[in-house]
């Protein structure tokens, strides 16, 4: 990039894949920053693509999300 860093590679496969349905299935149990970023990196890269979330809202502080 601009200041000489190297960009860091994700990778991210959805949890399942449902042939029958061509959808993407993911499921979190946390929803923090690193998933929801590699989430819609997903999202972006491939458009035409169905996927879902599925959130469980585990009891875990406010301060673990992200706004």
């Known amino acids: 990039d601009k200041k000489g860093k190297t960009k860091r590679?994700?990778?991210y496969t959805?949890?399942?894949y449902?042939?029958?349905k061509n959808l993407y299935v993911e499921i979190k149990g946390r929803?923090?920053?690193?998933g929801i970023e590699k989430f819609?990196?997903?999202?972006?890269?491939y458009p035409k693509e169905k996927i879902i979330l599925i959130i469980h809202k585990p009891?875990?502080?406010?301060k673990d999300l992200i706004p």
């Open 40 to 45: 819609y990196d997903f999202v972006e890269k």
């Open 59 to 62: 009891p875990y502080t406010e």
């Open 18 to 20: 449902l042939t029958n």
């Open 14 to 16: 959805p949890d399942f």
């Open 31 to 34: 929803w923090l920053k690193h």
């Open 9 to 11: 590679l994700r990778t």
